[in-house]
C-alpha cells in the first residue's frame, strides 16, 4: 500500500492550501483515513481524520473551524482544506491511512510528507 501525498507549498497567513492524499496498492478497505503534522522539535500531532464508512470526523482544537478533511471513496483519496493558516499551522504533514489489505490485518500506513510553510 502506497500513500501519496500532495498540495504542499508556501502561503502567506491568513491563505488557504488543500492537502491530498491518493492511497493504492492491495487494499481491501479503509477504515480511516487523516492528516497529522510534525513541526520542528515537536512530537507528531493529529490534525484531522474521518471514518470513510460515515464520514464522522475529529480535529484537533487548534484547527477547528479553519481545516476541513473530506474523502472520496472511491478514488480512495483524502483531502485536506486549509484556510486561515496561521504561522503555526507550519509543519510537515504526513496522511495517514488504516487499511486492511487483500491479504492481512488492519495496519497504519504513512505518506512522505509534505512541508506547509506559513509566512509572509
Known amino acids: 500500500v502506497q500513500l501519496q501525498a500532495s498540495g504542499g507549498g508556501l502561503v502567506q497567513p491568513g491563505g488557504s492550501l488543500r492537502l491530498s492524499c491518493a492511497a493504492s496498492?492491495?487494499?481491501?478497505?479503509?477504515?480511516?483515513m487523516g492528516w497529522y503534522r510534525q513541526a520542528p522539535g515537536k512530537q507528531r500531532e493529529l490534525v484531522a481524520r474521518?471514518?470513510?464508512?460515515?464520514?464522522?470526523?475529529h480535529y484537533a482544537d487548534s484547527v477547528k473551524g479553519r481545516f476541513t478533511i473530506s474523502r472520496a471513496n472511491v478514488k480512495n483519496t483524502v483531502y485536506l482544506q486549509m484556510n486561515n493558516l496561521k504561522p503555526e499551522d507550519t509543519a510537515v504533514y504526513y496522511c495517514?491511512?488504516?487499511?486492511?489489505?487483500?491479504?492481512?490485518?488492519?495496519?497504519?500506513?504513512w505518506g512522505q510528507g509534505t512541508q506547509v510553510t506559513v509566512s509572509s
Open positions: 474521518i471514518i470513510t464508512s460515515g464520514g464522522s470526523t
Open positions: 496498492g492491495s487494499i481491501f478497505s479503509i477504515n480511516v
Open positions: 495517514n491511512a488504516f487499511v486492511t489489505t487483500v491479504v492481512g490485518n488492519p495496519t497504519d500506513y
